[in-house]
């Protein structure tokens, strides 16, 4: 079996844009396609124990997002433009079917995927991912949604500071351990392990690698309603969602909501996990679910 572990391609699409893209595995492997959480990059798929991806035949491909990363800017995009970016990358990679799988922030792009080109994938991951703005009921997370509706400019002015942080690891380092006692244990023992912690902050100040502005326009995507519904995702495909009861960041509640309204779709809520936990120490499960 042939490994493969390129983190840094690129492809130029039909509309002239460079779209960022890593892959790592098995390079005849099982395809799925990771799309990040918020903020982010293809780097993401680092945090994956390449073991795992040889040992379960996967070929996982991350994949830079518009503004971010390697990928260049697109001016208006919507969630369901993601699409044809990944049909682009998958025909040139010569690949037929796939599975996608979103985390977090990066759970829009796979149910967005599952909307519009259910034909070309096999299945659907959502891990600890978020919904639709009528799901996101923490006050938390209306007051941010406000904010980035109706004073866009404060929200941008925050992504460019955010991303100033960001480029500097070790002061994101710092930045980060003062957060460590508002999390779940299962979270801590994710970040508190200093290789892990290393490729973190590393994928995540990728995407402030040309600056803040894709960052802040995919707030504003997030913020206002998306271009397709959850209740219409084809019933013959199948989506897996797997989210921690224990979750921070994305209340276990909004999973339940994306689960019950998604047409074919099972439920793996876990007691113990969080946010941050749930991708690593899950991985195998989320993995032979998908493939």
């Not at 326009?217 to 989210?243: C, M, Q, T």
Request: proline share 5%; aromatic share 10%; hydrophobic share 40%.
């Amino acid at each position: 079996m042939i490994e493969i572990n390129n983190l840094t391609q690129t492809l130029k699409l039909n509309d002239g844009r460079t779209l960022g893209y890593a892959e790592k595995g098995a390079s005849n492997g099982k395809p799925v396609f990771h799309f990040n959480g918020f903020p982010g990059s293809r780097l993401e798929i680092t945090l994956i124990d390449e073991k795992i991806l040889i040992d379960m035949n996967v070929r996982l491909i991350g994949v830079d997002r518009p503004g971010m990363g390697l990928s260049d800017f697109k001016k208006g995009r919507t969630l369901l433009d993601w699409s044809d970016d990944i049909i682009e990358l998958a025909n040139h990679l010569g690949l037929d079917k796939f599975a996608v799988e979103g985390v977090s922030g990066g759970s829009p792009y796979s149910l967005a995927c599952a909307f519009k080109i259910p034909e070309r994938i096999t299945s659907c991951a959502v891990i600890g991912g978020i919904g639709p703005t009528n799901f996101q009921d923490v006050i938390g997370n209306r007051i941010l949604y406000f904010i980035i509706k109706h004073f866009y400019f404060l929200f941008r002015i925050s992504m460019y500071f955010q991303g100033r942080t960001a480029r500097n690891l070790s002061k994101m380092e710092s930045k980060w351990k003062k957060s460590f006692n508002k999390l779940p244990e299962a979270d801590k023992s994710i970040l508190t392990n200093p290789e892990k912690l290393s490729l973190f902050l590393k994928e995540g100040a990728e995407a402030f690698k040309n600056g803040s502005k894709g960052v802040a326009y995919e707030g504003r995507l997030y913020a206002n309603p998306w271009d397709f519904k959850l209740e219409e995702i084809s019933p013959d495909l199948k989506v897996f969602v797997f989210h921690g009861e224990l979750d921070s960041i994305v209340p276990i509640n909004v999973g339940r909501e994306v689960s019950k309204t998604i047409p074919n779709c099972t439920s793996n809520f876990y007691p113990n996990e969080g946010h941050y936990s749930v991708p690593i120490n899950h991985i195998q499960e989320i993995l032979i679910n998908l493939i």
